[in-house]
């Protein structure tokens, strides 16, 4: 990156951030090393403290012995302030050794120590030594996130932190952001009166201003620079913005001044590194460019000699230039030579010098008359192949005659060798053969004492990575038990008082208002359900839940969970049966919650994946327990849920009693869970002494079979308790949503929407928003909705907006979506995708099918209403100006979906990277970015979109805002209005709120909480 050819070396930065100087004060330190050697106790370790302090840039060696010496002796008098200042120290030393592995890990351990004690001061040290090793990595997001964390700590070096960040930022390439924070630094290296620091972070600042393309502040700040460090006397420090002033400040009246200055600077610090940096940007800048081929060669040569040896930087640069000076004097070979070298070398590096290299060997190949090179380069480096042609014709001037020479053969080849030599050979061959089987042998016996050695060690790698598996789903199990527990107690504060307000108040409500409270009542018991469900696979692992049988009569048990799933069988139109193959008074010793727990997640499961019109059955029987006959003291239960929905793909096979397992098959619409209910129910197969297995075709259905022994009983007391709720329980009796009653179709409305949704207390929600203004018609799925749409249903008719969630079973959200947008009549209306899932890759995928607008689970109400009331509106422009378009029968147009998509992404492409480089964006613009016409701009976005072309350009930058909020990319309503191109933040915050409900504001306020 170019920013960072304006930096100072980073050692030097840290050094003298840290200090107020660069040298060290050495009677201050000899002083402070008679002070430490005569004290003793708790001044000693104060002493301490001084002297490390004072060491910094020092001698590892000594600083380290010391660092030991202070925490062996706050550890000795139970000083904790001075324990975590030597740990801090402890850090700082693994710094200066370059040990930055050993840093970070450190650090993590300290800070645990730290929030483990609750203290809070001094944490911020520890931060930014973790962001030093990310930066060190590679890893620059993660280094800023960390230097952000030491900020929050108010006892940490704000000036050293400031300036990490800007350096990390200008890494990025995000100049603004570094440029903030380098000033934030530099104000505060002024307040502490630190001249170095001021010196460093000013030379930084010129450098990002470079990058932003404002050379005259940036040359402002090197200046400034650089007369911070001539007041400091540092006449080493004042060479690096003065190199910079060189470089970039090239008037013809500055240039000998500056070259002047820097040549008699560095010789009198007898930098060799200085003297030769300025003597070669004399060579390239000046007397190349006068013609003093000879004196810049002079020059360059020694310059050339002490930088390959080194492999410094300069190296690459000094043999371009040099490469270019032979050029200029006519010696093509060297110049060939040098140009190769750089190749080779950078290439090995890493470095690109391509576009700088390939120029200088057309040149020489087109000088020496070897076209064939010319050609061979020029194809390379010529992107485009009728810029070839030229070069081409030419290039065949390479393949010149030549001539072979001949050359006499020589005489007939001597004497065969005596019978002395040739024995002598047969003798070598011998050894050397048998040399190479000794070789082969002892090859052999080392790949296998290696292969012994690999799987030792794949062995005790495995070894680890299964105690480390069982380590972290110890640590995932804890988590969800703490937080289950945590979450029982608001929401038991939630459910309770509105259930007793119900039950109290509840005739004094309006219907509104018992619907309103109900859903919340009903939603808050199936979290309190979820929860649970946690709860007890923890207790399971921990081996706490014990069984508790009682007398049960099973039939008329069984029959009851049977029955709580009858009405929602009913609304699918399901065959739903029953089927009990054993004597009806049979009774039992059962543990009815945890039998009833698996049996209601099967009946569940199989409805919920079972389509309209199929088939679900429950059938009861036994086998014989422990070869005893039936009428004996036990029975071997088997219980089967059989279904013709949909079925498990092979892949799923193994893993469907996995916890929280969710499909990765492509075929499956994405339908939401938690992947809890069928591993908590095999582990309560488990605990009752029985299993729960799995059979299933994929598309055909699928069949599981619970097998539980159970102890017969004749005592009379037989325990009917009442089924506990289903893994989805009934709707409750408070304002419970009737079936067709949340389609509101009557009055005046502004339109009709189609809301797609499975959840009813969700389809209720949003028709109670909607319903004032719009006309509601509702599908329980995608499928439903499609074939709603498909068979232009009188009731489908007229549809202005779709509004959809994203999981649902038969059909997802997607899947509909995907074939709306392909459909000739409907791919214009506009789509709503309502969901829960806000992940980068669900709002990509939506995006590429043509959704118009995304709505994230929770939703604000006025959020919600202005959305749609603006996405109509604009549908309805739309539809208003393409009746008005005259009808030409006798010409065919061929309209797709794919080439609408097509040009508006180009549109969006154009308008958004005016935006992105601050091109004023306009109607001239966009008309000759598309090539077309102002009008026929406008006619053909009218025709897609309903919208002016100025109604367009602020709806792009309405967009983009929201984009930059909701990844929380800048930290102000200013920054994200002017990354928009909008000129004042409030007019912004007024189209923002209107657009989309709400104000940029309260994203910034969604950030903070806790």
């Not at 010196?199 to 201003?209: K, T």
């Not at 899947?815 to 829960?836: C, F, G, N, S, Y």
């Not at 209403?865 to 378009?885: G, T």
């Not at 406008?938 to 909701?966: C, D, F, M, P």
Request: with cysteine; hydrophobic share 40%; net charge positive.
């Amino acid at each position: 990156m170019k920013f960072l050819k304006w930096l100072f070396i980073l050692p030097a930065i840290g050094y003298a951030l840290l200090s107020e100087g660069v040298a060290q004060d050495i009677p201050k330190l000899d002083s402070l090393r008679n002070v430490v050697a005569q004290a003793e106790g708790k001044a000693k370790i104060m002493a301490l403290d001084s002297l490390i302090d004072a060491l910094y840039g020092g001698d590892p060696e000594e600083y380290g012995k010391l660092v030991v010496e202070m925490e062996r002796l706050a550890r000795r008098y139970d000083s904790k302030e001075h324990l975590i200042k030597a740990w801090q120290y402890r850090g700082r030393h693994f710094q200066m050794q370059g040990k930055y592995d050993s840093l970070r890990i450190f650090s993590r351990n300290c800070i645990r120590f730290l929030e483990d004690q609750n203290i809070t001061a001094g944490k911020g040290r520890f931060y930014n030594y973790i962001g030093i090793y990310q930066e060190k990595a590679g890893s620059v997001d993660s280094a800023i996130y960390y230097y952000r964390r030491a900020l929050e700590d108010s006892t940490v070096d704000k000036l050293a932190i400031n300036n990490n960040l800007g350096l990390a930022y200008g890494k990025k390439q995000t100049m603004h952001i570094a440029v903030e924070y380098l000033e934030q630094a530099i104000l505060e290296a002024r307040k502490r009166g630190n001249i170095n620091a001021e010196a460093i972070i000013a030379n930084n600042i010129g450098g990002a201003y470079l990058e932003l393309s404002e050379r005259e502040k940036a040359i402002a700040y090197f200046k400034k620079a650089m007369e911070l460090k001539e007041n400091l006397g540092d006449k080493r420090g004042i060479l690096f913005p003065l190199t910079n002033l060189i470089t970039n400040d090239t008037s013809a009246a500055n240039l000998p001044f500056y070259f002047d200055k820097g040549l008699r600077l560095a010789k009198e610090v007898r930098d060799t590194y200085f003297i030769h940096r300025i003597q070669f940007l004399n060579a390239d800048l000046i007397l190349r460019k006068q013609g003093r081929y000879k004196e810049a060669l002079d020059l360059l040569k020694p310059i050339y000699a002490y930088s390959k040896q080194r492999k410094i930087q300069n190296y690459y640069d000094v043999l371009l230039v040099l490469g270019a000076v032979y050029c200029d004097l006519g010696d093509f070979t060297k110049a060939e030579a040098l140009i190769n070298e750089l190749a080779a070398a950078s290439e090995q590096e890493g470095r690109s010098y391509f576009n700088k290299i390939n120029p200088l060997l057309l040149k020489i190949y087109e000088a020496q008359g070897n076209y064939k090179r010319y050609y061979e380069v020029a194809s390379r480096y010529y992107p485009v192949k009728d810029s070839l042609e030229h070069d081409k014709s030419r290039a065949q001037l390479a393949y010149l005659e030549y001539q072979l020479d001949n050359t006499e053969k020589e005489k007939e080849i001597a004497s065969l060798n005596n019978t002395l030599q040739q024995k002598e050979a047969r003798r070598k061959w011998f050894t050397a053969i048998a040399l190479l089987i000794g070789l082969f042998l002892s090859f052999l016996i080392y790949l296998r004492s290696r292969q012994v050695k690999i799987q030792r060690k794949v062995a005790h790698d495995l070894a680890a990575m299964n105690n480390e598996l069982k380590s972290v789903d110890e640590m995932k199990s804890r988590f969800f038990t703490n937080i289950s527990h945590e979450l029982r107690t608001p929401l038991t504060l939630i459910s309770t008082p509105i259930r007793q307000f119900l039950d109290t108040q509840g005739d004094s409500l309006g219907e509104q208002g018992k619907q309103t409270l109900g859903l919340v009542h009903r939603n808050a018991g199936k979290l309190l359900s979820l929860i649970e469900e946690l709860l007890e696979l923890s207790q399971l692992d921990a081996g706490k839940i014990q069984l508790d049988p009682t007398p049960t009569a099973l039939f008329f048990f069984c029959r009851r969970l049977f029955s709580s799933f009858e009405s929602r069988a009913q609304l699918k139109h399901i065959d739903y049966q029953f089927h009990y193959e054993q004597d009806k008074d049979l009774q039992v010793l059962l543990d009815q919650r945890k039998f009833e727990k698996i049996v209601n997640n099967l009946l569940a499961n199989a409805l919920k994946f079972t389509p309209a019109g199929g088939m679900v059955r429950l059938m009861v029987t036994s086998e014989a327990a422990s070869g005893k006959a039936f009428s004996g003291q036990g029975i071997s239960l088997l219980l089967s849920v059989t279904d013709s929905g949909r079925g498990i793909p092979a892949e799923d096979m193994p893993h469907v009693f996995d916890r929280y397992f969710q499909t990765k098959h492509k075929g499956i619409s994405t339908e939401g869970g938690t992947g809890i209910g069928l591993a908590l129910a095999k582990e309560l197969a488990q605990l009752m002494q029985g299993d729960l297995t799995v059979s299933s075709e994929w598309g055909k259905g699928s069949a599981f079979q619970l097998r539980v022994p159970l102890a017969v009983t004749t005592d009379q007391q037989v325990k009917r308790a009442t089924p506990v709720a289903a893994t989805e329980p009934p709707v409750s009796e408070w304002g419970a949503p009737a079936p067709g009653a949340m389609e509101h179709t009557q009055g005046l409305k502004k339109g009709k929407i189609l809301i797609v949704e499975d959840n009813p207390d969700m389809q209720w929600l949003i028709t109670s928003i909607l319903a004032d203004t719009y006309e509601c018609r509702m599908a329980s799925n995608g499928l439903e909705a499609w074939n709603l749409l498909e068979r232009e249903d009188p009731s489908g008719a007229g549809i202005h907006l779709i509004l959809s969630d994203v999981m649902m079973p038969e059909m997802d959200g997607y899947a509909l979506l995907e074939r709306i947008k392909a459909h000739d009549r409907w791919r214009q209306v506009p789509a709503v995708i309502l969901t829960a899932r806000a992940d980068r890759e669900d709002k990509l995928q939506a995006l590429r099918m043509g959704v118009d607008d995304f709505l994230t689970k929770p939703f604000a109400p006025e959020e919600l209403l202005a959305r749609v009331d603006n996405l109509i509106a604009n549908y309805q422009k739309r539809r208003a100006y393409i009746k008005r378009q005259p009808r030409v029968d006798d010409i065919k147009f061929e309209k797709t979906a794919s080439a609408s998509q097509r040009w508006l992404k180009e549109l969006e492409d154009a308008t958004l990277y005016a935006i992105d480089k601050k091109i004023d964006l306009n109607v001239l613009y966009l008309a000759n970015a598309m090539a077309l016409s102002d009008r026929q701009l406008l006619r053909r976005l009218k025709a897609e979109t309903g919208l002016s072309v100025n109604g367009y350009i602020q709806e792009i930058k309405l967009q983009y805002a929201r984009h930059l909020l909701e990844n929380k990319i800048y930290r102000t309503i200013s920054e994200v209005a002017f990354s928009c191109g909008f000129n004042t933040p409030g007019y912004f915050t007024q189209l923002y709120r209107k657009r989309f409900g709400k104000a940029p504001g309260d994203y910034f306020q969604e950030h903070t909480q806790p």
